[in-house]
């Protein structure tokens, strides 16, 4: 079988993705790009996460075209792939429907400073404007919106994060949810106060140069 852990890195973080509230039902979708193979492992269109199996996980290649596997891709598969295309150093791809983030990206707002574990995704969260989901426009305005970020809001519809490694990419996805409901309980109670640019970039230096930061 193609890309056996990477397939079981899919069943495994899509069990977690529900666990921990990031998503419900089938929702979300996630994939992992092995620069070795070319080849991308992505979650099956409309299958419940549980009961995801390694089989179920699909392969494709940097087209979209299926090389492995019965079921069908997620329907999000167009912006996987564009992700990938667009940005040499990720490997993976985590969309979710968070709660918080997606109350953000109703309202059209992008997620601002208020907290240093923004830069998980840089100096912010950018929006991109809304499209149909599984659509190509909606590739499109990721990928003009998302820059150089490691997450971006989609409009009336939810999350993308993206990582160097899908551990990495889920804690994105985990950290970006975090500040999104401390931003929405900022902005219930008073003003939030945000992190100056200044210090915003001191931050996202060294997450760059030291990794992950607890
Ligand atoms: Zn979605």
Same mark, same amino acid.
């Given at each position: 079988m193609l890309m056996l852990s990477e397939r079981q890195q899919i069943v #495994?973080? @899509?069990l977690k993705m529900i666990r921990s509230g990031?998503?419900?039902g089938s @929702? @979300?979708?996630l994939s992992i790009l092995?620069? =070795? #193979?070319?080849?991308? =492992?992505?979650s099956p269109s409309g299958i419940d996460y549980a009961a995801v199996t390694v089989a179920d996980v699909v392969v494709v290649d940097r087209a979209g075209q299926k090389v492995e596997g019965e079921r069908k891709p997620s329907s999000e598969l167009g912006f996987h792939l564009a992700l990938y295309a667009a940005r040499n150093e990720i490997t993976s791809v985590v969309h979710t429907h968070s709660v918080y983030a997606t109350t953000l990206a109703c309202l059209h707002w992008e997620l601002p400073a208020v907290h240093y574990l923004i830069a998980f995704s840089g100096d912010k969260v950018p929006l991109a404007p809304y499209a149909t989901f599984g659509s190509d426009e909606l590739a499109a305005n990721i990928i003009a919106s998302?820059?150089?970020?490691? =997450? /971006?809001l989609l =409009?009336?519809?939810g999350l993308v994060a993206v990582g160097?490694?899908?551990?990495?990419?889920?804690? /994105?996805a985990e950290e970006i949810e975090l500040v999104a409901r401390i931003y929405y309980q900022t902005k219930?109670?008073?003003?939030?106060v945000l992190v100056d640019a200044e210090e915003m970039k001191k931050v996202v230096m060294k997450f760059n140069s030291y990794g992950q930061q607890d």
């Amino acid at each position: 079988m193609l890309m056996l852990s990477e397939r079981q890195q899919i069943v #495994d973080y @899509g069990l977690k993705m529900i666990r921990s509230g990031l998503t419900t039902g089938s @929702g @979300g979708n996630l994939s992992i790009l092995s620069p =070795a #193979d070319n080849l991308i =492992a992505i979650s099956p269109s409309g299958i419940d996460y549980a009961a995801v199996t390694v089989a179920d996980v699909v392969v494709v290649d940097r087209a979209g075209q299926k090389v492995e596997g019965e079921r069908k891709p997620s329907s999000e598969l167009g912006f996987h792939l564009a992700l990938y295309a667009a940005r040499n150093e990720i490997t993976s791809v985590v969309h979710t429907h968070s709660v918080y983030a997606t109350t953000l990206a109703c309202l059209h707002w992008e997620l601002p400073a208020v907290h240093y574990l923004i830069a998980f995704s840089g100096d912010k969260v950018p929006l991109a404007p809304y499209a149909t989901f599984g659509s190509d426009e909606l590739a499109a305005n990721i990928i003009a919106s998302i820059g150089s970020y490691n =997450a /971006v809001l989609l =409009a009336n519809h939810g999350l993308v994060a993206v990582g160097k490694d899908m551990k990495n990419c889920f804690n /994105v996805a985990e950290e970006i949810e975090l500040v999104a409901r401390i931003y929405y309980q900022t902005k219930s109670l008073g003003q939030p106060v945000l992190v100056d640019a200044e210090e915003m970039k001191k931050v996202v230096m060294k997450f760059n140069s030291y990794g992950q930061q607890d």
